[in-house]
């Protein structure tokens, strides 16, 4: 590649934000339409050069050309965050009884650990529902609703509210499960691997669709 495409990649790849896959791939696929753009126009006769910043100055600038890759890299966020908090979700119940130490009938804890493990499964069906919603409206729901900034950043305040929603009921119904003896003592470290740690990554996707949305309005 020449200088003028390489530069010009260089200034797009620091105006994206969003999923490195993803985006590697918008500035590969950036590239190859510049080297055939380069390629026909030098074998009209410009010099290669010449030819390549023929090609950079009609792809267009980069504040032209970034908010459409900027939208489809935050669509990309909003998709992973909500697929990774519906299999996230999906996967508490059986956590629920280990963190619980239910061995035997599920709904057989008595007092505040069995008011968790009620609340925790109607709350987790209602977040499931929304999750699917989040990654239909990410991915084909785009058709419909269109590729609006403002959805992702839902889907990213989402993400914040379901970590620390079942984190939280996580640790309580590890800390007021009955089992008593030397295993109680095992209840809350299971519960930071299994669950805190999980619910973390779910977090950590939704401050970057935050971030993938900011910039997607920003850059319009």
Not at 36 to 49: C, I, M, N, R, S
Request: net charge positive; with cysteine.
């Amino acid at each position: 590649m020449t200088a003028a495409i390489d530069g010009y990649l260089a200034e797009l790849d620091r105006a994206l934000r969003g999923p490195r896959r993803v985006k590697a791939g918008l500035l590969r696929e950036a590239r190859d339409s510049l080297v055939d753009a380069t390629e026909a126009y030098a074998d009209l006769g410009l010099t290669p050069e010449a030819a390549a910043r023929r090609a950079v100055d009609e792809f267009g600038e980069v504040c032209r050309i970034a908010p459409g890759y900027q939208a489809e890299l935050a669509l990309a966020q909003g998709r992973r965050t909500a697929l990774l908090a519906f299999a996230s979700l999906v996967a508490q119940p059986p956590i629920w009884h280990l963190v619980a130490w239910q061995t035997a009938e599920p709904d057989s804890l008595p007092g505040l650990a069995g008011f968790l493990d009620t609340l925790v499964s109607w709350l987790g069906m209602l977040a499931v529902t929304v999750a699917l919603l989040a990654v239909w409206a990410s991915g084909t729901g785009v058709r419909r609703l269109g590729a609006n900034p403002r959805r992702i950043r839902l889907t990213g305040i989402f993400a914040f509210t379901v970590a620390a929603t079942f984190s939280t009921i996580g640790l309580m119904l590890a800390a007021f499960s009955p089992i008593t003896g030397p295993m109680a003592l095992a209840r809350l470290p299971i519960a930071v691997v299994v669950l805190i740690l999980p619910m973390l990554l779910v977090a950590l996707n939704g401050a970057r669709c935050l971030a993938t949305a900011r910039a997607a309005t920003t850059s319009r």
